[in-house]
Nanobody, 115 residues
């Protein structure tokens, strides 16, 4: 069983920064990518950023230049540095791990950006 434990959410003023971290544990084989999705009230869950096994990255257009994803392969952790936060970034952020066999999700961490 794979578990993803997130940390780092919270309340921040517009223009501020937060760092999210996610630690994966359990029987993990063949990780293809790790990343972050978010879901705002009344909206669909969307990809924020992902880092692939070849270290290539993908970002949503809305966060390019503001968010940076990184991964520690030795520890199976992924982090998301979020700078210049905007009120529209307010959402529940979910850690995601894709292996060759399955997709796994964290429980989510709330990020609230006040104007």
């Amino acid at each position: 069983q794979v578990q993803l434990v997130e940390s780092g959410g919270g309340l921040v003023q517009a223009g501020g920064s937060l760092r999210l971290s996610c630690a994966a544990s359990g029987n993990i084989f063949g990780i293809k990518s790790m990343g972050w999705y978010r879901q705002a009230p009344g909206k669909q869950r969307e990809l924020v950023a992902a880092i692939n096994s070849d270290s290539s990255t993908n970002y949503a257009d809305s966060v390019k230049g503001r968010f940076t994803i990184s991964r520690d392969n030795a520890k199976d952790t992924v982090s998301l540095q979020m700078n210049s936060l905007k009120p529209e970034d307010t959402a529940v952020f979910y850690c995601h791990l894709r292996s060759y066999y399955n997709d796994y999700w964290g429980q989510g961490t709330q990020v609230t950006v006040s104007s």
